[in-house]
């Protein structure tokens, strides 16, 4: 299975993201859509497993719960938007840890990429960062992986200057490709 994973949209879905995201076969939010427009976009255009994030309103927490657990090719999954990192874990996320044992455990919210294995806990930790322009990144960010029989391989990152509004899908494509 091929995966594209973003967080913290903060209502941006633009083309060169969506360029990135065109050959996964699923798409994975980890919170802060930004509205529920923006999740209903990102979901007509691939298919949607998300949580929702400290940023978004009522109506989006109606469609999307606060944590998922799921199965993906032989792994277990653990997403929420409020999470951290091995030995900074928040108390939520890290009970959640400890009762499912997951083996790959995403988050968002710091707009901070980060792919880190947590030894302790035999789980590789993900945060693709921020997708979207709102915050203080200076770089949006994404990945897209393959997870087939137990195992998570060919991680790419996006990287966009966080300036580049989508307006010009033609330049846009061109420095991401960079």
């Known amino acids: 299975m091929y995966i594209g994973l973003i967080s913290d949209t ?45 940023c978004d309103g009522q109506d989006l927490r109606f469609e999307y719960p606060q944590f998922q657990l799921f199965g993906c090719c032989g792994m277990k999954v653990l997403m929420t938007h409020i999470g951290g990192y091995p030995g900074r874990y928040d108390p939520r996320a890290r009970a959640l840890i400890d009762e499912h044992h997951p083996d790959i455990f995403v988050c968002g919210h710091s707009h901070i990429l980060r792919v880190v294995n947590d030894r302790k806990r035999n789980m590789l930790v993900v945060n693709p960062g921020a997708a979207g322009v709102q915050g203080f990144h200076t770089v949006r960010t994404a990945l897209r992986f393959h997870i087939d029989d137990g195992k998570i391989h060919d991680m790419e990152v996006y990287e966009l200057d966080r300036n580049v509004s989508g307006k010009n899908d033609k330049q846009d494509k061109d420095i991401w490709r960079q």
């Not at 930004?34 to 949580?51: N, Q």
């Open 10 to 54: 903060h209502g941006f879905f633009d083309s060169p993201l969506m360029d990135f995201l065109k050959p996964v076969d699923e798409i994975w939010h980890a919170g802060d859509f930004g509205g529920l427009e923006t999740a209903r976009k990102i979901a007509a255009f691939k298919p949607l497993r998300g949580v929702y994030g400290n």
